[in-house]
T-cell receptor, first 111, second 114 residues
């Protein structure tokens, strides 16, 4: 079945460092891909999305490009801030219309 | 003006009790979901409804019974609560069942069974 694999955390970086969180997927057809962020004690918020191959989603300095050839959707940010500390989830909308999530990556940013 | 709201936010109850969690969305979406998040933050879909009709039931024990009185509401009733039911339960909605639509999530209900 469809699935999402993302790098295990926790990831700890210093402020202004470059961030990459890897995400790969397995799916039939052409799923839509998402990154969600969960701040402590809150629900999930959509960070960005891409709906077809080579699309780039971007928001709040974060970017991810839909790479069909490598079935990947890696999240990047050029300069992280303390306020980016959260859990990040990669997800896809499957052919069965479910939204399937990866296991989440906890990100901590040191001042 | 919260888009997806669920109540209560916290629920502490004893094993064997029956409890309900309510969810409402004011986005005019057709599709609603329940997800369970365990202590390791893993999110698993439990149910999805489209226009009040059950679409997905992910091998959830039949102690869990969702009810959708209209397409803006999806409540979750749990009978005979067990310790393993302790988790955060999230309600979500999306414009439609398929396509490229994202889901909007509520703030979660932290259920603790003691």
């Amino acid at each position: 079945g469809d699935s999402v694999t993302q790098m295990e955390g926790p990831v700890t970086l210093s402020e202004e460092a470059f961030l990459t969180i890897n995400c790969t997927y397995t799916a039939t057809g052409y799923p839509s891909l998402f990154w969600y962020v969960q701040y402590p004690g809150e629900g999930l918020q959509l960070l960005l999305k891409a709906t077809k191959a080579d699309d780039k989603g971007s928001n709040k300095g974060f970017e991810a490009t839909y790479r069909k050839e490598t079935t990947s959707f890696h999240l990047e940010k050029g300069s992280v801030q303390v306020s980016d500390s959260a859990v990040y989830f990669c997800a896809l909308r499957s052919s069965a219309s479910k939204i399937i999530f990866g296991s989440g990556t906890r990100l901590s940013i040191r001042p | 003006d919260t888009a997806v709201s669920q109540t209560p936010k916290y629920l502490v109850t004893q094993m064997g009790n029956d409890k309900s969690i309510k969810c409402e969305q004011n986005l005019g979406h057709d599709t609603m979901y329940w997800y369970k998040q365990d202590s390791k933050k893993f999110l698993k879909i439990m149910f999805s409804y489209n226009n009040k009709e059950l679409i997905i039931n992910e091998t959830v024990p039949n102690r869990f019974s969702p009810k959708s009185p209209d397409k803006a509401h999806l409540n979750l009733h749990i009978n005979s609560l067990e310790l393993g039911d302790s988790a955060v339960y999230f309600c979500a909605s999306s414009l439609t069942l398929g396509g490229n639509t994202e889901a909007f999530f509520g703030q979660g209900t932290r259920l603790t069974v003691v």
